[in-house]
């Protein structure tokens, strides 16, 4: 069964750091790119960022994370990362990590996580 | 960034019910969008990429259309299991944009 399950999230005050993974299984990981998505409380989608399949060598982010967030990849552990720094209130969220559907750079997402909350408060 | 705008944002609609859900977006995308479903508490679901194309599992009542700047979503014969919210999403550019949902409700 094609499966991720993410892990990671919690509680963390402002300007400190959390890292998410996602253990994936039921496919092979190294193929596709893998993407973060998130998702404030009552509120809509956000793409965060995308990684590339096999090296990991490209990598995209909204401008939004871009500097605080860091996504990266290890294969050998068919496992994603989000590294988050400088967290703000505004990063409060459920964060989904994804499966590109084909061979494409953050197309579009054909397997979803289950999600893990982070919560940015003092 | 591609701004995605959906419409309506919500709304009521019976079971048999034919129903479209329309996407903008800000500047031209060519084919490059796809369709979420998302019920509350779940993560979203595939329904359609490349603006029309069904992604597999997903019931032939959805179905997809447009290109450049607007789209549509329609669910031909609503069933139950359809209340939800739905976006749509643009891979044409980076930073991928997804609309802000279309909340489909029982009337």
């Known amino acids: 069964e094609v499966q991720l399950l993410e892990s990671g999230g919690g509680l963390v005050q402002p300007g400190g750091s959390l890292r998410l993974s996602c253990a994936a299984s039921?496919?092979?990981?190294?193929?596709?790119?893998m993407n973060w998505v998130r998702q404030a409380p009552g509120k809509g989608l956000e793409w965060v960022s995308v990684i590339s399949g096999s090296g990991g060598g490209s990598t995209y982010h909204a401008d939004s994370v871009k500097g605080r967030f860091t996504i990266s990849r290890d294969n050998s552990k068919n496992t994603l990362y989000l590294q988050m720094n400088s967290l703000r209130a505004e990063d409060t969220a459920v964060y989904y990590c994804a499966k590109d559907r084909s061979n494409g750079l953050g197309y579009t997402f054909d397997i979803w996580g289950q999600g893990t909350m982070v919560t940015v408060s003092s | 960034a591609i701004r995605m705008t959906q419409s309506p944002s919500s709304f009521s609609a019976s079971t048999g019910d034919r129903v479209t859900i329309t996407c903008r977006a800000s500047q031209g995308i060519s084919s490059y969008l796809a369709w979420y479903q998302q019920k509350p508490g779940k993560a979203p679901e595939l329904l359609i990429y490349?603006?029309?194309t069904l992604q597999s599992g997903v019931p032939s009542r959805f179905s997809g259309s447009g290109s450049g700047t607007d789209f549509t979503l329609t669910i031909s014969c609503l069933q139950s299991e359809d209340f939800a919210t739905y976006y749509c999403q643009q891979y044409n550019t980076y930073p991928r944009t997804f609309g802000q949902g279309t909340k489909v409700e029982i009337k």
């Open positions: 490349a603006a029309s």
């Open positions: 039921g496919f092979t990981f190294s193929s596709y790119a």
